[in-house]
């Protein structure tokens, strides 16, 4: 199953699968999407979810505080919906 993202402000969509991070499917399909480590570290790839849901494999990567600013790890996160993320580098 497969999920529509949208990176705002840019507007650029694509879809996700459900085997693939956000950053991995953004990546397949050529969005010039920032990220250095691939491990949730660097913070290169977070976005602020507007709205959806994701999930991530254990151990959990986000504190209390990256959930009350509704960060998402795009390098390890998994869409369970359709997605809407802000991301100000991101560029269409």
């Not at 991995?24 to 250095?36: N, Q, S, V």
């Not at 494999?57 to 997605?83: G, H, R, V, W």
């Amino acid at each position: 199953m497969s999920h529509q993202v949208t990176i705002l402000p840019s507007g650029l969509s694509f879809q996700v699968e459900s085997n693939e991070t956000i950053l991995e499917a953004a990546l397949r399909h050529g969005i010039d999407f920032p990220f250095r480590c691939k491990q949730g570290v660097c913070t290169s790839c977070v976005c602020r979810l507007r709205s959806g849901s994701v999930s991530y494999l254990p151990p959990e990567p986000l504190t209390d505080l990256d959930k009350a600013q509704n960060f998402t790890y795009c390098c390890l996160a998994y869409a369970e919906s359709d997605l809407t993320l802000h991301h100000p580098f991101i560029r269409g």
